[in-house]
């Protein structure tokens, strides 16, 4: 069935369905499904957690994490499978999970998440692909067109402008129109023209004063009508505010199902006229359209063997994108070489980040069992506690075995309790345990080679010390196996950092205001994020984004730039001049040498990944269009090209540019450029970023700062417990019972409830809903308990009919 046929069928089938039927399917049935139209044949469709594995809940599932999920594949983390830079190997990934979502019937596979690397302190940011948005958009288009080749949706997230986990349910992401479009939005806009995911998820977030389910200008103008996004906008779970105001601006459906009462709400609403019939059968129709969708799931491929988890490609995609930081020759190891393996990652690897992404592995190795099942003799020491601590006795055992040896291979990084979903990061440093056991090493052995496993940026004091660094990042279940290859030479590392790593935080751009304020956040470093600062402020950093060492070396030449109507050929030489086989990642970069509005020096426009013999030389050509070279004009709130001469930058990463030309653009002369010179001059100063005031933000953000208001009664159901500890004689009747909810969780399972624990107190009551199955009615009474009127609340509690607590 064609789409337009499949619009056709929704159209018929709504027509024929009563007013309560078409609200029905404005809410999940439960945690993860979705409601059907069982008259016409289209039963209910399953969503479920997965940027990078399958997590399926097994049984009854009316809560989050209180149920063991299927064994899958866990695949490297977005982090890490940024960084290899593969277009065709994102699709691959993408298949193999459409593939083991036919395996377990689920119809949306929810991911990839594609939020901005703003500060290296968000504790997402392993589930998010780079601080480039044409890097996130180019990957992850790819990796929706796999997961849908099978038949299986995909939801892109988290829409929009959510780049903190502090204050995530209620936080307000202040952000100019132009950085929105820019740097945060743009990554949506590839994926949704290249792929239309068959979902997007809203953001819990506010964006401008605005929740995102509810963002009209999000969801409807820029998304449907700019973009023509044909799919469902879905709730992120608990994320939604208000029904009525989010299905009147966009959201197509409320998850999880658990909070009752959304749909009575909204027939209330067209009862009093507040809400259009026409706006709800539109609804329906895109909801029966995703049914149509899923009932056209392809057939699995694999049997039902280990072959169908396609563990071959985890181990893959690890060894396409682990990083080769430094070098000094002692890479690739030779097997015959006496060697030391310390760090307890070596046996207990960091391969995955926390929260709901986290995946129940149908197999998992490590590296030291895959030198083990490849004969390879070493002696081992755990040199720290799987908290990141440790003492005298384990950094002596460690010196011991490190002494003698050729070669000393350190494993360090993030232990899970550093980094998750639900809370943010403190430091980028790596814990104290693992700092102290790099230095203490490098007394008594030269040769040290760390392997390092985290989902952040870190700091490195010890580097000096060292002769070769690995990031492995969150390598997958197969990180054992793939470690060993790229560190014996089996394979050349190929993959190039998706984010720069600032020496310190404080050298971040937006350092001074990040995590200020868990009501208001304020963007005012612009579009200044990642190189962009970087690179414009001179800032030195440990190592720059793109960048990435292999066992060979590579010359760049020969660099053509023409111009035929309006599109911009790029055409340059790749040599292999090394001895060995490998690949190289060619960034293209452009950058206008004389801007009447500000820029960054440089943005990334294209990258292409090639593999070259020893000595074999590949003609790369690359087409740049006129949007290539276009901004955001708040004057006209469009797309626009500002003439004149621009670089165009050919390099092996953001500070290492091989290859410079320049060529004249011609824009719209007729269009007014905004000029910020007189009014906001400090954005023409980069390196002074850190000095923006509130009143030169105003500026680009065309009206004044924002500013947090006390919270005082009358509450609304989007105070938090924390609010209420500070005004409200209620807070200990609350807090029983929402503890009484994160229990339920750190019960089941520990990480889920490390990271239920970590938000509890900073989540706006309207969450109940979704931890406690609480009806809206509940919600409402408690409220209204808290403010003080309390037989209206004890009422509201009792009320039946959407309630099922």
Known sequence: MTNKEMQEKAKSIVKKLSIEQKAKLLTGEDFWHVHGVSDFGLEHIQMSDGPHGLRKQEGKVEKAGMNDAVPATCFPAAVTMACSFDRELMYEVGMALGEQCLHENISILLGPGVNHKRSPLCGRNFEYFSEDPVLSGELAAEFVNGVQSKGVGTSLKHFAVNNQEYGRMHADSVVDERTLREIYLKQFEIIVKKSQPYTIMGAYNKLNGTFCCENRTLLDTIAREEWGFKGVFVSDW?????????????????????????????????????????????????????????????????????????????????????????????????????????????????????????????????????LQKSGIAFDYADGYEMDGSTNDVLLQKASNIAKGKDCVIVFAGLPDSFESEGYDRKNIELPEGHNALICNVAKCNQNIIVVLQSGSVISMPW?????????????????????????????????????????????????????????ICEYREGIYTGYRYYDSANISVQFPFGFGLSYTEFAYTRLSVTKSQDDIHVAFDIRNIGKRTGKEIAQIYVGHNQPTIFKAKKELKDFVKVELEPGETKHISIVLKQDSFAYFNTNIHKWHVESGMYSIMVGSSSAEIRLKDEIYIEGDDSVVVPNYHDVAEIYYHPEKIHTVTQEDFAVILGHQVPTKQKVKKPYTWNVTVNELAESSRFYHFITPLFQKVVNRFTKDDKDMGDTAAAVAFDTPIRAFGMVGGMSRDTIDGLVAIINGHIIKGIRLMKKKGDSHE
Not at 327 to 348: M, S
Not at 469 to 490: K, P
Request: hydrophobic letters at 35%; aromatic letters at 6%; a positive charge.
């Open 238 to 370: 608990g994320a939604m505010n208000d029904p009525v105001e989010s299905f009147n601006n966009g959201l197509d459906l409320e998850m999880p199902g658990v909070c009752k009462g959304a749909d009575r709400r909204v027939l209330e609403a067209i009862r009093k006229g507040k809400f259009s019939p026409d706006t709800l059968d539109r609804i329906a129709e895109r909801q029966v359209n995703l049914l149509l969708k899923a009932k056209q799931k392809s057939k699995p491929e694999f049997s039902e063997g280990k072959e169908r988890y396609r563990l071959d490609i985890a181990q893959k995609v690890l060894e396409e994108s682990a990083v080769l930081l430094k070098n000094e020759g002692i890479l690739p190891i030779n097997k015959n070489q006496k060697i030391a393996v310390i760090g307890r990652f070596a046996k207990e690897p960091r391969f995955q980040g926390s929260g709901s992404s986290k995946i129940n592995p149908i197999e998992k190795d490590n590296f030291c069992e895959a």
């Open 463 to 519: 580097l000096n010390q060292t002769k070769a660094v690995l990031h492995t990042f969150l390598g997958g279940c197969q990180s054992g196996i793939a470690t060993m290859r790229l560190l014996y030479g089996d394979v050349n590392p190929s993959g190039k950092l998706a984010e720069s790593y600032p020496f310190k935080l404080k050298d971040s751009p937006c350092a001074p205001w990040y995590l200020d304020n868990d009501k």
